[in-house]
């Protein structure tokens, strides 16, 4: 699983069959320290993103088991929004609102 932070909506007015209603958003890739790392990826949505939250995602082969029994053209699907990341020491929280109000 990764980490990435929801940065737009794509729109598709015609696309393969099995990605008809299926929400599709651009996503910056993190690091686990929040750090960008690589290029933005488009990625299927299954728990109603939005712009702006950070996302974990599944890639590769596992990105279309939440589509199962049908064949969903997917390389990368989101799979869970993050509220919070504690990483060796280290927490930090998905949106600067919550940052400033921990204080």
């Given at each position: 699983?990764?980490?990435?932070?929801?940065?737009?909506?794509?729109?598709?007015?015609?696309?393969?069959?099995?990605?008809?209603?299926?929400r599709m958003l651009f996503a910056q890739p993190l690091t686990f320290a929040g750090a960008e790392?690589?290029?933005?990826?488009?990625?299927?949505?299954?728990?109603?993103?939005?712009?702006?939250?950070?996302?974990?995602?599944?890639?590769?082969?596992?990105?279309?088991?939440?589509?199962?029994?049908?064949?969903?053209?997917?390389?990368?699907?989101?799979?869970g929004i993050v509220e919070r990341v504690d990483?060796?020491?280290?927490?930090?929280?998905?949106?600067?609102?919550?940052?400033?109000?921990?204080?």
């Open positions: 699983m990764n980490l990435a932070r929801v940065i737009g909506n794509v729109w598709a007015t015609r696309k393969y069959p099995t990605l008809e209603g299926r790392a690589g290029a933005p990826l488009v990625m299927l949505d299954t728990v109603d993103a939005g712009i702006g939250d950070v996302v974990i995602y599944v890639s590769s082969t596992e990105a279309a088991v939440p589509f199962r029994p049908n064949l969903t053209p997917t390389d990368a699907t989101i799979v990483h060796l020491g280290t927490t930090w929280r998905t949106t600067p609102e919550d940052d400033e109000a921990a204080g």
